[in-house]
């Protein structure tokens, strides 16, 4: 039988390099060049801090980290921006969380779709990843192709390929 798993996590190292090149850029923006604006990675509680003057300086940093983490690779949707902003005294302060791995909601959506198109293959939830399971790697490779077509609101990745 063969098998792979589908799960969605973040190189935080490539995450890490992306976010350093972002920060070098908004110290050479122009428009950005009297704010005080931080851009902290926080590892050990998966998350993002921005630290800026505004509103309009916000949205920018949010793009500029956003363009270069596309650029190292990092798919967008693994930062989670529903989070809304505070005011803290003259500043602007947002923490955009981490996404890593896939909760009870995404698993259902993601076993749906594979249940409604591939009636024959098996997937089941397991923590937080979804195991696929098939006699034949070609209908695995369907699925893969299904779920990347897919809109999801989460980025994934597909492991531990066994045949």
Known sequence: MA???????VDLQTLDNAINVAIKEIANRYDLRNSKTSVDLNKKDL???IDTDNDMSLKSVEDILLARMVKQGVDGRSLDFTAEPQQSGNRLRRELKIRQGLDKDQQRKILKLIKDQFPKITAQAMDDQVRVT????DDLQAV???LRRAELDVSLQFVNMKS
């Not at 098939?134 to 790697?137: A, G, P, R, V």
């Open 3 to 9: 098998s792979f798993d589908i799960v969605s996590k």
């Open 47 to 49: 998350n993002v801090k």
């Open 134 to 137: 098939s006699k034949k790697i």
């Open 144 to 146: 893969i192709g299904m």
